[in-house]
């Protein structure tokens, strides 16, 4: 449920209500670029994209993915929404951040994007042709050209590394949301990263994992990913600022 400027409460606990008469589960985030699940889920696909573009092999990036929860890995889920358009937010994104005067760099993902688009024309699953290739019989498959292209023989990571990338880039992004005030609840976080999302049920959502990983952890493992891989894992200020609390708790505004 998205909240405007000048919605009333009276108004949000109207609709409130009414979502929960058609069986829903209702969040209330206000209103953002990505509001909350769709942006905490871009960067999900967004790390599996860039994972490829560093030579892993892709059947271990879904699988990881898989491994750690997530109904979906990223790289088939990137072909269900679409490659073009994924590529499309990555775009706006970009524009967006270079209209408000924000320091904008281009998502390492972006590459393989535009190649896929450009170069080997594979849009995705619309198309039978993605990541993955759809037979019109049978079960998809990964596009065989991809290991050719991306992936490196002698390219080593380990597995958990790959799996603590791609739960880490969600966890850091759904805490920038909450310190920017675009979702103002522990709890709004946790329902709207499982049930909106998929993110690893068993974790009990965003800020649970983190709760449960110990904060002052956490905000080590972000840094060691940090250094490796990029800022994008760097922990939010409002995550560092209870490095000594033994739960995450959102400030009173």
């Not at 450009?118 to 993955?132: I, L, S, T, V, W």
Request: charged share 25%.
């Amino acid at each position: 449920m998205i909240k405007g400027a000048k919605t009333s409460q009276e108004t949000l606990a109207k609709a409130f209500d009414f979502v929960i008469q058609l069986g829903k589960v209702p969040i209330v985030v206000n209103d953002s670029r990505g509001f909350f699940t769709s942006r905490v889920f871009s960067t999900f696909i967004s790390e599996g994209v860039t994972l490829l573009s560093e030579g892993i092999y892709p059947w271990t990036i879904d699988r990881a993915a898989t491994d750690t929860g997530m109904p979906i890995g990223p790289l088939a889920i990137t072909d269900e929404i679409s490659i073009r358009l994924f590529k499309e937010i990555l775009d706006q994104q970009l524009q967006d951040q270079q209209a408000s005067g924000k320091e904008a760099s281009e998502h390492p993902a972006y590459a393989v994007l535009s190649q896929m688009l450009d170069e080997f024309k594979r849009p995705g699953k619309a198309a039978r042709k993605g990541f993955y290739d759809y037979p019109t019989n049978g079960k998809k498959t990964f596009w065989p050209e991809l290991k050719n292209h991306y992936s490196q023989a002698d390219k080593q990571i380990d597995f958990n590394e790959i799996k603590d990338r791609l739960l880490f880039a969600q966890i850091c992004e759904a805490l920038r949301a909450i310190e920017e005030g675009v979702i103002k609840s522990v709890e709004d976080a946790n329902i709207g990263s499982v049930f909106g999302i998929g993110f690893a049920p068993w974790s009990g959502g965003v800020v649970q994992f983190v709760n449960a990983y110990g904060i002052a952890g956490f905000i080590e493992r972000s840094h060691e990913l940090a250094q490796r891989y990029g800022d994008r894992f760097l922990p939010p200020t409002i995550l560092k600022d209870q490095i000594s609390n033994t739960r995450f708790e959102i400030p009173a505004s």
